[in-house]
């Protein structure tokens, strides 16, 4: 067979952009290097080496990215354009000649790449022939083109179009899955490219079934955005909020792959800075945190309760006098921080200037009384000070602070758990079961272990109530650090001027500690280089941060509670969000966008929908499409886009072995590619985990949400249908994960939806 000459023609041009790809590679090098080697003496330069490194690091970084298939596509237009030019080649980075004029390659992201994604004959756009190249290892392997225009046929060059046998998308979604997820540049479709490159400003919805590419579509409006907008959200940055870790390690390779680096992923428990939240609520419990309509009262109620009022009797001794702290003194003083309407730590100032004052006219009205006729013998300046005599005691400032203290939102969260007293006074109107749900034991656990995902967006309502801010956290921290390291100074010069020679040998433990302070300096100025962290990880610290777009993905699965704290991080509302209200699980989570978006943005939020299943071959969507019909009859199936001819089918297992059943059923099988054992119960999936062969997943459903696997195997449908309020919904997630092959492994009668599928007493392959 003669060569097809087109390999030959577009390997040159590929050589030519490898070739000026490997320049731009050894300039970036360079320049990082140098700018490594200058000295930095003050700040300004410093701050001026570190923007250079970040810049250059960062070009590497897409250097590196862009090699793997770095060319793919290429237009031939119809006409050629203004400069002469007909023909546009596309692929994972911009690449310019090093005349900085002509283009060897469009970013897939530049408009002039976008016909890439949507010509179709009935609709061109310009296009003559589009070709997609398959390249491996700086080679090209095969080339196919498509012919736009009528009467012009795959064969103008006697070569056929299916050079490969199958396009470049049914051959990506034929791959076996390797546990992480790809981009699809080469591949976005039409539907999907016109929510990637929305230009809408405000909140963007996109519904679509299982497998219609919602995740892939979120990732690679990120990078557009960055790069369409890079000069704004480099500096606000980008947030994507997906359901768990194992979700976000299953997308965190994506954007990297197409050079961005600087997007904050993270969970809602992940949300809030210097908590990792481990702990677990009861499927009630964290409904009821979710609520905004339960919780938000009870914890402004917890706020209220902290602004108390003291006991009769109370005084404090100052200048030689009880002077009496009663209600009437710490009443004034909290109607004056109320009237602020700040929040509660920012308003302790107002009421503590309203105590002083009170205190200082009822010491007054006593020490300054005439004998003879009781009017106030003491003058105005001698009332100032006075109050300021009463600000500055230790004593009277301890004793009135009690009614106004300073709050953490932890520290009362947990209050709120741990102290009976304190938790029903502020749930009036709970049930008790209700309230017994909140009931935590006051461990003294290490910082952070016991909060739960739910807690989290009950810490942030709370930072607002009161007024906490952890970037002011942080900066307090750093100024005691400064205030530690200027005491260990001093030490230290007293502990040299004075020192014998032999103190080496001699130290005191209490005076080495002013060395390791002194090292600590060191650590310090370090603290300041931290300045320059990438915006993602400024992000990440500062609980006040405000981006300048947020991804939320499976965003069916967060309750009101979370959209709150997920709303303060984007006062532009200028989101996209991902997700499907058929696959909502928990039972705190969304069934209506509608009802989550209105009162946010009234009706100014947009829907995109997805249509396309790209994940799930037809012989399975008919049974997942068959419960789609019972969870929510108005939505239409997504469309599988291939069949494979492999049918699913059941293996009956003996009473409580159905999960044993299936692991033999995974082993035995040797299935090619991935292989996930989906379970209702945590427990035993974890338990079943170990010990499996490379290839074999153990998983609990919440977190195979969102994940994809080649071979799925369902242990008994019936328990994950019942287990929870949402359970077919479940089901409805574990039917969807398999690209390929689905087997159901049960003992319990099948739901209805599964009672046809054909059984097999083993597996063939
Ligand atoms: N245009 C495309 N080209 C190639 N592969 C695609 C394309 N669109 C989607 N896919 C693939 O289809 C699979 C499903 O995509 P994705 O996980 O984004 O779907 P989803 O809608 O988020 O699904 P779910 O709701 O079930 O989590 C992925 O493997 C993805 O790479």
Do not use: C
Not at 287 to 315: C, F, H, M, N, T
Not at 584 to 590: C, E, I, L, P, V
Not at 671 to 687: F, I, K, R, S
């Amino acid at each position: 067979m003669t060569p097809d000459p087109r390999l030959a023609e577009e390997q040159v041009h590929l050589d030519a952009v490898y070739a000026r790809l490997d320049r731009m590679r050894a300039t970036a090098d360079r320049r990082l290097s140098e700018t490594l080697l200058e000295s930095a003496g003050t700040p300004q330069a410093l701050s001026e080496r570190e923007s250079y490194e970040r810049h250059y690091t960062q070009m590497l970084t897409r250097i590196d990215a862009a090699e793997h298939n770095l060319y793919f596509g290429r237009l031939d237009m119809s006409e050629p354009d203004a400069a002469g030019n007909d023909i546009a080649r596309i692929g994972r980075m911009g690449i310019l000649d090093d005349d900085q004029v002509t283009t060897l390659l469009l970013d897939w992201r530049a408009p002039l790449s976008r016909p890439f994604y949507l010509a179709t004959p009935a609709s061109p756009e310009g296009v003559r022939r589009r070709r997609h190249l398959r390249t491996r290892t700086r080679a090209v392997r095969s080339v196919s083109d498509e012919y736009l225009l009528s009467g012009e046929v795959d064969a103008g060059d006697g070569h056929d179009a299916s050079v490969v046998n199958e396009t470049a998308l049914v051959a990506a979604l034929n791959a076996a899955r390797t546990g992480e997820m790809t981009d699809i540049v080469e591949t976005i479709q039409r539907e999907q490219d016109e929510i990637i490159r929305n230009a809408h400003r405000g909140v963007m919805v996109v519904q679509g079934g299982p497998g219609t590419g919602k995740t892939a579509v979120a990732l690679h409006r990120a990078a557009y955005l960055l790069y369409t907008h890079r000069d704004v959200l480099s500096r606000s940055g980008v947030l994507i909020i997906g359901p768990n870790d194992t979700f976000l390690d299953y997308i965190a390779q994506v954007l990297p792959s197409l050079g961005e680096t600087g997007v904050l992923l993270s969970t809602v428990g992940n949300l809030f800075p210097g908590i990792r939240a481990a702990g677990v609520d009861s499927r009630r419990a964290a409904e009821l945190k979710g609520d905004a309509d339960r919780i938000l009262p009870v914890l402004r109620a917890a706020v209220r309760a902290r602004q108390s009022l003291p006991p009769a009797g109370l005084y404090v001794n100052f200048d030689g006098y009880r002077v009496p702290v009663d209600s009437a003194v710490i009443k004034a003083a909290r109607a004056a921080a109320r009237s602020t309407r700040r929040p509660h730590n920012l308003a302790q100032r107002a009421f503590l200037r309203t105590a002083f004052d009170e205190l200082a006219a009822v010491h007054a009205r006593k020490l300054g009384a005439s004998t003879l006729d009781g009017s106030q013998l003491l003058t105005a300046a001698d009332l100032d000070d006075i109050r300021v005599e009463l600000s500055t005691d230790d004593d009277v400032v301890r004793t009135v602070l009690q009614f106004w203290p300073t709050l953490h939102p932890q520290d009362l969260l947990r209050d709120l758990y741990a102290d009976s007293r304190f938790r029903r006074g502020a749930t009036r109107g709970w049930s008790d079961e209700d309230r017994a749900e909140l009931q935590r034991d006051a461990a003294p656990l290490p910082e952070a272990a016991d909060m739960s995902p739910a807690d989290v967006p009950l810490l942030d309502e709370l930072a607002e109530l009161i007024g906490y801010r952890t970037d002011e956290a942080l900066r307090e921290q750093k100024a005691q650090w400064r205030r530690r390291i200027a005491e260990a100074q001093d030490a230290l010069d007293i502990l040299t001027g004075s020192a014998p020679q032999d103190i080496e040998d001699d130290m005191d433990p209490e005076l080495l500690m002013a060395y390791d302070l002194i090292d600590a300096e060191q650590l310090a100025e370090r603290q300041e280089v931290t300045e320059y962290r990438t915006t993602a990880e400024r992000a990440y610290d500062d609980r006040s941060w405000t981006f300048g777009h947020v991804i939320v993905d499976e965003a069916q699965e967060l309750s009101t509670m979370a959209w709150r704290m997920i709303m303060r991080r984007i006062p532009n509302r200028w989101m996209t969000i991902i997700g499907d209200t058929a696959q909502t699980g928990d039972s705190a989570g969304t069934t209506s966008w509608e009802r989550i978006f209105t009162p946010y943005v009234a009706n100014r939020w947009r829907l995109r929908e997805l249509t396309v299943n790209y994940r799930t071959p037809s012989e399975i969507t008919r049974y997942a499409n068959r419960l789609l019909a019972l969870i929510d009859p108005s939505q239409t199936p997504p469309e599988s886009l291939r069949s494979n001819g492999i049918e699913p089918y059941r293996v009956e297992a003996p009473a409580g072995e159905a999960l044993a059943t299936a692991l033999t059923v995974a082993e035995e099988a040797d299935w090619p590619g991935l292989t996930a054992v989906l379970v209702a119960d945590t427990a035993a999936a974890a338990a079943a985990t170990a010990d499996r062969p490379d290839g074999i997943r153990v998983l609990p459903l919440h977190d195979a949400k969102g994940l994809e696997f080649d071979n799925v195997i369902v242990v008994e449908p019936h328990a994950l249908a019942t287990t929870s309020p949402r359970g077919l919904s479940d089901l409805y997630v574990a039917l969807t994960r398999a690209t390929q092959r689905l087997v159901v492994v049960h003992h319990d009668p099948l739901p209805e939806a599964l009672a046809d599928l054909p059984q097999k007493q083993s597996d063939p392959r």
